[in-house]
């Protein structure tokens, strides 16, 4: 079960979450703690969140895959994410 960055990047379908609310629960605390422990960044500071994500994915993909499962990290948590921080950018 090695899943790369890459690998779990080139998965990722079209998505529908616009929040981070529409991050699966399961991965949350996994996503709080790489934030806490990688970045200065706050905790609803998403901007920081989103400019920090390749860090933030390295420390916390072992543990989303652990808490949620391959399938759900790749079809649930990364697009979750990458519609969240989409959402983010458009707002700047």
């Not at 991965?27 to 790489?34: G, H, R």
């Not at 390749?54 to 072992?62: H, I, M, N, P």
Request: contains cysteine; aromatic residues 4%.
């Amino acid at each position: 079960m090695q899943f790369t960055l890459a690998t779990l990047a080139t998965l990722i379908a079209a998505v529908s979450a616009q929040t981070w609310a529409d991050i699966p629960a399961c991965a949350q605390p996994c996503i709080d703690d790489a934030v806490a422990t990688t970045t200065t960044c706050g905790a609803t500071d998403y901007p920081c969140i989103c400019a920090n994500r390749d860090a933030l994915e390295t420390e916390a993909t072992d543990c989303v895959i652990a808490a949620c499962g391959e399938t759900v990290a790749v079809n649930e948590v990364l697009p979750a994410v990458d519609a969240a921080c989409a959402a983010v950018g458009s707002q700047a």
